[in-house]
């Protein structure tokens, strides 16, 4: 595997991979992460993690307990260290002791004689269900001119700072040089457990969760020349001539722009202004990031560093963190069904399949080894029950689509230190071990799945066997934060966004494709001509990704284009490379009330989004899609040279009908070649996930009731194994492995 | 049973009961509906219907389907009358033909001599999936004036009319005058197989699901001395100085008064304002049943005439239609748990089964057997599935919580007439009967339970045994149409609507509760003080609300009073009845940022709400629940007379933690004597229905995973009966006859 090896290689020469190896002291064997993998010892392993909150779990049962974890398959513990419980008075820091709650050294000293990595997350963000999200109370109550605020200066929540605050930093820097210099002391090179190190807490979420970004006058800067937000507008734009021309304004210089309010009129500038303000914000996110990892670093610890994202839809808003903090820095993401009654579902469900999907190829593009930092283990509400059989579930569709390391939040809990606990005095969350040692379902579950594990190592690095592409533009996949629904625009990039979920993703799951996805962003895609790729295109996309398109396309890509042709940049200013490329087509949104679609030979498809007519094709296109009421092209191909060719697509949808999957099935079957797996039920979704020569195949029915199909999948360089009519029970993922001759 | 005697007799003098049973000629028995149950041929009888279209299922299979129907257990068939088809062209009327299309009276005599009932459903709406919502297209299309619009005038989408406008009346009783004869023709009394006719279709939700109420100015009068929406406010405030008063104007005549955009700022003012606008809505909304129900009369249809509600979240909407219409006229609802991937959930879930036991607790309150009129039987989308194993369970539930009636929809399906429908050629619908006469695992379903009921006539009349109540407010149950979140008022309606489904019901029903409803505008339950009363309150409370719970507490009645006292009537007037009589405490939300709220016993209950603290308990009162962090009382009892007692909790919560069903049980076990049933799993709820001696125990899982729980229940009258340990499969509802000595 070529690619792969290259890949390797080129990250070593980044100083990415295999993080920690060198450490010659270490008791424990070295710990590392790939693009592909983690390592420990110099071969690829399953990162199997469970919290671990040493100031909630007894001492006494600390043993007892870790035991559980490593004959479950577990290699890893993580802990939150709670800032409000080490500083209770300011200035005023407590460590150790008998009682365990503050020994976060005993903690450390004690997984190292059991043979388990630690994971430290010193925050200075916790949540965790502690009061100020785990902030010590006095630096909230004590200083309210940190807090974060929204756009008219009002105060967002208790315990919701402004990450970038000087005065805010500064106290975050005194804890940090207390925490730090103990973490760096039990890393693995230096002989400890200490693995990875995680800064802050799922970045943003203490602000956009809560109703507003952050608009903290001290630390955006407003109206300060050498303020954060004057310097960012200004490095975007160069002369206040040129924002001016953008914004539609005349403002004399760039510390008198000021943010408008969420959410504007839907204008071309009310639009662009929106975003600027958005990805400035996300900019001061990962400016604090750096800082973090800046501090940490100073401080001796030499783990790699890691943070979680908020949740699968949140992971596109890290990638400004993700430069900021370099090499060394891996984000994965936290991954929960449910957590409460107001949650959409209460238990997993093939839309909450999809999010998890994304979130995992997202990750896999950002060049790491797609992790859960939190995989729900239990709940922090008794009800909905959070069910050892729906947990089952939702771990086994996470690994069928890409999960390569988890930490269960929690494996075990206990008494909330007095004073500190948001919900109940005990901390049960339902774990699998529960606060008086008693053995759970849910713990018989996790470590199934942990020795099953072990006796696969090469599933760590086993990928999806795919058959078609999806083009992934982080760009889009945040855009719903700032525009969606109806604009000036032809079609928002938040409605893309989820016009790519639950449209053209999910038809195709249930057309029985197998997609991987690629990245807009990336030149890696551009070479493999193998597989089609299917792009769901916004009014905007950056230029070099249009640029990518139509290289991909001179050189014999083939491409399924949908809804509409970007016709501005990631910036929104015009930008109409890829629509110039297939000569200029005018694309209109199609007038008729109740249009009758007819697409690549599927007839009456349910227009449940909206239709984009093409009055007049380009020369040489082949019209295979009409509105059979107005007679004018919805569907039309261009071949590009090369064998190459374009199918553009004027229909968004939210996949509803069988006629949605035999459109995709018809749209890309002449492109894609034998599917990979077919399964004839389309609510039985699956995934191949192979590496030399071994293959395990999962098939995932996600609904309340059982389900029938027949199911055949053709792994590569094998036979075709046909598994027959399988029943699977309602709620549930099976496997075959097939690298043992099971079938053949 | 006095109090049932009494309501049946009361309910005759009023017209209302056994419509339809002095029909002499009849061939077919006589139908009636009294608030218990239906009867047919004067004995108590399911009403077990399904929709089937006789103009998409071919004639040729009408028999052979309609036979099919009765094996299962069925009695009666609905189908819609789309105006659309049988008015193609303005003033041009298609009946008849050999295609079965146009052929309403052909189908009528099939049902007749088949003997199933028939439910016609003339319209003018129809919805069902057709151009329009099943209005002629020339209809929307030529009269743009009869639009509903936004309150910027914007029409709020094609097909959405504004139903008092004078020219769609117009064109209304044009398509009445053709298709009601027809009607009157075939009903019981003329020995004919029509038994009910439905006014409309899911009223209001043309309007109200596309983002606006209707402001059609020719429809509403604006400006107009003697327009609707000026002779309405005239109507509620006499003279305009009031209006001035309690608006904060300076208006010179009610013409002048014009509504303001929803929402508004939260105001007092503003909320009174759009509650009376919403208010007004719905008298026009009554007032165009009221038309239609009239037109009907006048052209000789003397059935009962029938509503469906929109949904179950839309009942209490209809207090208007229903007074408007008057005698012989019956609301229903439309239960469905899901129609397409943007619905909450994808199957039955506990969050729906509250959401359907309100709906049709309602029903029975407005004093109607409990009737789904539109019981999802397949779907409009094929994804999610809409699996027979989830229906049944659906079907379970709502019978569990007290439908006595039903109609598929739909039974069976067929191509759409060319032209007419929204979604695809053939309106396959996954029905229990395919297209191509298939029988389906539904059919199965529906089948299994149509003979059960058959066995079992007297379920018919059993009721929900309860050993409490909850008091429903059906002012509350809409306000979340104009008043939610906070505003000026301390706690808004919306929000009480809220806490009374995800907190209140249901922590009680986690407790092991067996509640029944009671309307707060009826006398009817003062009397009985056996089982303790839950009174969910917002600021608002209808005067004559307020002090019925008064005369309760004064002779002996118990009441939880919960989580403030109102401030304020009905029409948003200050009124302080139930707060004077239990001396004025003062209630204030609670200022503590992490409050530690310990109620009844039960120590620190988790608040994800607000909690309200009485620093002044009135003389004589015993606190009973404290914030422990400030001191402040959150619960208290005071002593009523005559046994009476008012417990006051200042809590409002999102049911979530075993301790919330603690903190219920807590309160009322002193309360409420032994517990109907009792179950050991908070997951699994149970409904314990009896009649006569007879009694049907159903145990409820509605999770995607197995439950287990030990179920004891108490029929009044018999022994105990302990069921022992019990396993639910997932997503089931088990039931257990107790008439039949199965258990002693």
Chains 1, 2 share one sequence.
């Not at 909905?384 to 999960?403: Q, V």
């Not at 090369?642 to 099935?665: D, P």
């Not at 029915?701 to 036979?719: D, F, H, T």
Request: with cysteine; charged share 20%.
């Amino acid at each position: 595997m070529n690619r792969r090896e290259f890949a390797k290689l080129s990250l070593a020469g980044a100083g990415l991979a295999l993080y920690g190896r060198s450490a010659l002291a270490a008791k424990m064997p070295a710990v590392a992460f790939t693009r592909h993998h983690f390592e420990i010892d110099g071969k690829p392993a399953y990162l199997y993690s469970g919290e671990f909150d040493y100031f909630r779990v007894p001492k006494a049962d600390w043993r007892r307990r870790m035991q559980l974890f490593k004959d479950a398959g577990g290699n890893c513990l993580a802990t939150y260290i709670p800032w409000l419980i080490h500083e209770p008075v300011e200035g005023k820091f407590v460590f150790g002791g008998e009682d365990g709650v503050h020994d976060f050294e005993g903690f450390v000293q004690t997984a190292a004689e059991m043979g388990l990595y630690v994971i430290a997350r010193p925050g200075p963000y916790q949540y965790s269900e502690l009061h100020y999200n785990g902030l010590p109370g006095w630096l909230c109550t004590n200083y309210p001119e940190l807090q974060s605020v929204d756009i008219k200066g009002k105060a967002i929540m208790a315990g919701s700072v402004s990450y970038i605050h000087p005065l805010f930093l500064e106290k975050a820097h005194r804890w940090f040089r207390q925490i730090c210099p103990l973490i760096a002391k039990y890393t693995v090179s230096k002989g400890g457990p200490i693995a990875f190190t995680q800064l802050d807490n799922e970045l943003a979420g203490i602000h956009i969760w809560f109703g507003s970004l952050d608009y903290n006058p001290d630390s955006m800067g407003f109206g300060k020349q050498d303020g954060r937000y004057p310097s960012y507008l200004k490095a975007s734009y160069g002369d206040i001539t040129e924002l001016n021309k953008m914004y539609g304004t005349s403002y004399t210089d760039f510390a008198a722009v000021k943010p408008i309010a969420m959410p504007g009129t839907g204008t071309v500038i009310d639009v662009r202004r929106q975003k600027d303000y958005f990805e400035f914000y996300l900019s001061t996110v990962g400016e604090y990031g750096a800082t973090l990892a800046g501090w940490m670093r100073e401080m001796g610890i030499d783990t790699p560093l890691i943070h979680n994202s908020g949740g699968p839809k949140m992971v596109a808003l890290y990638m400004d963190l993700v430069k900021k903090v370099g090499p060394g820095f891996m984000l994965g993401s936290d991954h929960y069904y449910n957590l409460d009654q107001n949650w959409a579902q209460n238990n997993p469900t093939p839309q909450s399949a999809i999010d998890a999907f994304c979130s995992l190829e997202a990750l896999r593009l950002m060049g790491f080894p797609p992790t859960v930092w939190e995989m729900c283990s239990g709940s922090a509400s008794d009800w909905p029950p959070p069910t050892a059989e729906d947990s089952k579930t939702w771990y086994r569709t996470n690994l069928a689509l890409g999960m390569k390391g988890c930490n269960y939040y929690i494996f075990t809990g206990g008494p909330n230190p007095p004073g500190t606990g948001q919900t109940t005095d005990i901390y049960d969350y339902i774990a699998p071990i529960g606060v008086k040692n008693e053995i759970r379902p849910l713990y018989e579950v996790q470590k199934e799945l942990g020795l099953f594990l072990k006796e696969r190592p090469w599933l760590e690095d086993a990928e999806r066997e795919y058959d078609c592409r999806f083009l992934f533009d982080f760009n889009m996949a945040r855009a719903d934060n700032y525009w969606k629904g109806k604009s000036a625009f032809q079609f928002s990039a938040g409605d893309a966004w989820e016009f790519f979920r639950k449209g053209a993703l999910t038809s195709g799951l249930c057309a029985s494709l197998s997609p991987a996805f690629c990245n807009l962003d990336s030149d890696e895609w551009v070479e493999d001509k193998t597989t089609p790729v299917i792009a769901v295109c916004s009014s905007s996309m950056s230029a070099a990704g249009q640029q990518r398109i139509v290289r991909f396309l001179k050189s014999g890509g083939r491409v399924l284009l949908a809804p509409v042709l970007p016709a501005y940049d990631e910036n929104l200013r015009p930008c109409t490379i890829l629509s110039d490329f297939l000569e200029s087509p005018v694309i209109e949104e199609n007038p008729g009330t109740f249009p009758r679609i007819s697409i690549a030979g599927v007839i009456n498809v349910l227009q449940n989004g909206a239709s984009f007519i093409t009055k007049t094709p380009p020369k040489g296109a082949e019209v295979l899609g009409v509105d059979e009421i107005s007679g004018h092209a919805i569907e039309w191909s261009l071949k590009t040279g090369g064998g190459g060719e374009a199918i553009f697509l004027g229909f968004r949808w939210v996949h509803a009908m069988r006629e949605h999957n035999r459109m995709m099935t018809a749209l890309l079957s002449k492109w894609a070649g034998p599917l990979k797996v077919v399964s004839s039920n389309p609510n039985l979704w699956t995934s191949l996930r192979s590496w030399q020569g071994n293959s395990l195949l999962f098939v995932m029915n996600l609904w309340s009731a059982p389900m029938e199909g027949e199911i055949l999948c053709r792994p590569a360089g094998k036979q075709a194994v046909n598994l027959g009519r399988q029943t699977l029970e309602p709620m549930s993922v099976k496997f075959w492995d097939l690298s043992k001759g099971m079938h053949s």
